[in-house]
């Protein structure tokens, strides 16, 4: 079994809103991350997660706050957000650092 | 950091021809190499991938090469069909970091 899930699927919210996007894994994999996917363009990376510690963070501004509550969990907490942020936010888990990883099926977000 | 490019960005096939889609890294200590392919509106999923103790893999029509001296790999599609009709991510593992070529889309015509 190779599933990430991630809800919800869509989401809308004004640029006021707080939202969360989650991430759910019970493959053992004790490495998590978050990208963020523009149309057409490779996934970039926000976030690290690596035995439930942030090990990287490549400068996402504050409005993005991570959590890892346990090792099967991962989430995306929103606040704030702009209408450049509307993208395909995807949650990834991976084996520690040894092997590929694994997409969940992504949020698409609407900055409204 | 690695970094990696890949060409071409976009690619036309006919279908039951080849399609090759070339990758450069820049990082020796890259040593994890996948392919990923992802349809429309659809996550990436793996397609293939190499280490880099490793030069050629293959898996029914597709196949991966690496040439570690050069640091390029490249996929090879092989008998396309309009189902494998996508773009295609390379990407390269450097520690606990993947680094994402800029994708290729490919269409295959029927």
């Known amino acids: 079994d190779t599933e990430v899930t991630q809800t919800p699927k869509h989401l809308v919210m004004g640029m006021t809103n707080k939202k969360s996007l989650k991430c759910e894994q019970h493959?053992?994999?004790?490495?998590m991350y978050w990208y963020k996917q523009k149309a057409k363009k490779p996934p970039e990376l926000m976030f690290v997660y690596s035995y439930e510690k942030l090990s990287i963070n490549e400068s996402v501004p504050s409005r993005f706050s991570p959590e890892c509550p346990n090792s099967s969990l991962l989430n995306l907490h929103l606040h704030a957000l702009q209408p450049e942020d509307s993208a395909l936010y995807l949650c990834a888990s991976s084996p520690i650092f040894t092997d590929t990883i694994y997409f969940g099926e992504g949020s698409w977000l609407t900055v409204v | 950091g690695e970094n990696v490019e890949q060409h071409p960005s976009t690619l036309s096939v006919q279908e039951g021809d080849s399609a090759v889609i070339k990758c450069t890294y820049s990082?020796?200590?890259?040593?994890?190499f996948p392919w990923y392919k992802q349809e429309l509106g659809k996550r990436p999923q793996l397609i293939i991938d190499?280490?880099?103790?490793?030069g050629e893999k293959k898996d029914q029509r597709i196949a991966v090469t690496l040439n570690k001296t050069a640091k390029h790999f490249s996929l090879h599609i092989t008998e396309t069909q309009p189902e494998d009709s996508a773009v295609y991510f390379c990407a390269a593992r450097t520690g606990n970091q993947f680094y994402f070529g800029t994708g290729t889309s490919l269409t295959v015509i029927p």
């Open positions: 493959m053992g994999h004790r490495a």
């Open positions: 190499i280490r880099s103790n490793v």
């Open positions: 990082d020796s200590a890259s040593n994890y």
